[in-house]
């Protein structure tokens, strides 16, 4: 079946990851934090901060601010904002995609909400992207199958049109299992060859 549909992941995609693990580390070496400390408190928070079931700003109390530190909460927060850079090859692959009508296009993202809605506006996601199916506004994230599902639900889609783009292996096993086609990306050049294989056209 021809596809009709793209699903793009946006962390390690279209963006850098939004608070992934590199990023955690970068910033417990700057603060001077006990990362094994940090780490097991984000892990245990990990699924609710990015479902919207806790705020950044809870999680920066039971992650960081749980002690007095040195520094201060709006400095912790300029700093996760500030990790956020786009792939700009990756986004114009995207934005022709889109632009070219011959395919609808949407995201599936994990993503915590309050850089979610920071990232979609600051890098012009809104402007290529018609729907969001993040994590934070769904309440379910990667790689459990329920957010696959409500995606093609809400795009009334069948799987076998739809191809997901996504930078980890994990989350393509499910989508792939339920009938979509998936790439795993590693760069703009790697998904610029991937795609014509898949039958898309991304000549604009």
């Not at 850079?85 to 309050?114: D, G, H, M, V």
């Not at 599902?149 to 069948?158: E, G, I, P």
């Amino acid at each position: 079946m021809t596809i009709t549909t793209i699903f793009f992941d946006i962390g390690g995609v279209l963006l850098t990851d939004g608070w992934g693990h590199v990023s955690r580390r970068a910033a417990a070496d700057k603060f001077g934090l006990d990362w094994d400390e940090y780490s097991e408190r984000h892990e245990k928070v990990a699924h609710a901060i990015e479902t919207n079931q806790l705020s950044l700003e809870a999680y920066l109390t039971r992650t960081i601010f749980f002690r007095p530190r040195s520094f201060s909460r709006e400095e912790f927060c300029k700093f996760i904002f500030a990790q956020s850079q786009p792939y700009p090859e990756t986004i114009e692959i995207a934005r022709r995609l889109a632009t070219s009508q011959k395919y609808f296009t949407a995201t599936i993202n994990n993503e915590i909400f309050e850089l979610n809605v920071y990232r979609l506006q600051t890098f012009g996601l809104r402007n290529i992207f018609p729907v969001f199916f993040s994590s934070c506004f769904l309440g379910i994230r990667k790689p459990d199958e329920a957010i696959y599902r409500l995606a093609l639900q809400v795009a009334q889609r069948k799987p076998e049109e739809c191809l997901f783009i996504d930078d980890r292996e994990v989350n393509l096993e499910c989508p792939r299992e339920m009938g979509l086609q998936t790439i795993l990306y590693d760069s703009a050049s790697q998904l610029r060859n991937a795609l014509p294989q898949q039958g898309i056209d991304i000549s604009g």
